[in-house]
Each structure stands twice: as C-alpha cells, then as structure tokens.
C-alpha cells in the first residue's frame, strides 16, 4: 500500500513513523517508571522500609527501564542488534575489570545494603566504633549514609555538634563492634556510668 503513495509521502513516513515509535517507546517507559514506583513506595511503606533504601531501589529501577528504552530507540533508529550486542558486551567486560580493581568500593557498597537491610543503626543515631573490647574509638551523630561512607557528626560531652565530621567507609562497621545509643541523653548517661570516680580529697 505504501508503494501507491506519492514518492515525497514515503519520504515524509520514513522520517515519521520512525519518530512516532520513538516517542511512544518514551511514553512507555514512562509509564512503566510511574507504575513502578508507586509499587514500590506501596511495598515498602508496608514494610517500613529506610529512605536510604527506597531512594536506592528508585534509581535501580529508573537505570534498568530507561537502559531497556535506549536500546529499543536505538534499535528502531536502524542500529543492528549485532552492533548493539557488541557494544555492551564491551561495556560488561570493561565494568568488570573497573569493578575488580575497585574491589574496596564495591565491599562498601555490599556492606550499605547490608546496613540498609540489617538496621544496626539508623539515622540520627549516637554510634561508637570501639577498638578492641570495650576501648572506644571512632563515634558521633550519623546524618547520612550513603553508598561508600557513613557520616558521623562529632559531639562533646554534652551532646552538642563539635564542628568537624567524620566519613567512615561503610565496611568498617562490620570489621569491629559498634555502640549505639538511640538518643544524646543516652549517651551521656553512659559516658557518665563509665568516668572514673574522683578520688577523696581532690
């Protein structure tokens, strides 16, 4: 039926249909993050998910639909599969190596979502590294925790901010035991229990 067509109509539907495709693949994709999305925040409010968690699956899944998406554009665009196999098994390859050779980012990563999914601390928690046995270490306020570090804000005493911030890698936290206090009264309660008495007469 196309061939009864004036030759500049043929024209004209090479270009538009091509663009039509593309712009539904994008409504699709789209449509398919929405829906997505909404499952997801409905699945974890169920289960009271961490932020930290939710925000991370939010952009697992964005990654993935608009990857699937490209690849569908690029094939409708007249790209051979053959080429676009190619390319991302050269992509694949590459990332493997680059992930080998950043295996102490990648231990971090693994141990984010393992902090995400344990829960040994949450935000706003008081925490201590401690050294060996009960010798205390590094310690603060965490006020994120993101894919490779946790930052702790450094108190005093007295529970108030001391200015300077610590970023422990995320790994370090399951290599030595971990004190947490839900709360800076907490905390200086305990620090409190464990001065030593004055001596009499000083």
């Not at 789209?30 to 699956?57: F, H, I, Q, T």
């Not at 990654?63 to 690029?74: D, E, G, Q, R, V």
């Not at 992509?91 to 102490?104: H, K, L």
Request: charged residues 20%.
């Amino acid at each position: 039926m196309k061939e009864h067509l004036p030759v500049w109509i043929q024209e004209w539907l090479g270009v538009i249909v091509p663009f039509v495709h593309v712009v539904l693949i994008i409504l699709l994709a789209w449509l398919l993050r929405l829906a997505a999305r909404r499952l997801g925040d409905r699945l974890w409010k169920r289960y009271d998910a961490p932020r930290e968690l939710v925000v991370g699956s939010r952009r697992v899944v964005t990654f993935l639909i608009s990857a699937a998406a490209l690849l569908l554009i690029l094939q409708r665009l007249g790209v051979s599969g053959t080429v676009l196999w190619t390319a991302f098994t050269g992509f694949a390859a590459v990332a493997a190596v680059a992930f080998f050779a950043a295996w102490s980012v990648l231990s971090n990563i693994f141990c984010t979502m393992l902090i995400l999914a344990t829960r040994p601390f949450r935000l706003h928690d008081h925490v201590e590294l401690l050294e060996g046995g009960d010798k205390p270490g590094l310690g603060g306020r965490v006020t994120d925790i993101n894919l490779v570090y946790t930052t702790l804000q450094e108190v005093d005493d007295a529970g108030e901010p001391a200015g300077s911030v610590l970023r422990v890698p995320n790994s370090l936290f399951f290599q030595r035991s971990v004190r947490r206090w839900s709360s800076a009264e907490h905390r200086r309660q305990a620090l409190a229990r464990r001065r030593p008495a004055p001596e009499p007469g000083v």
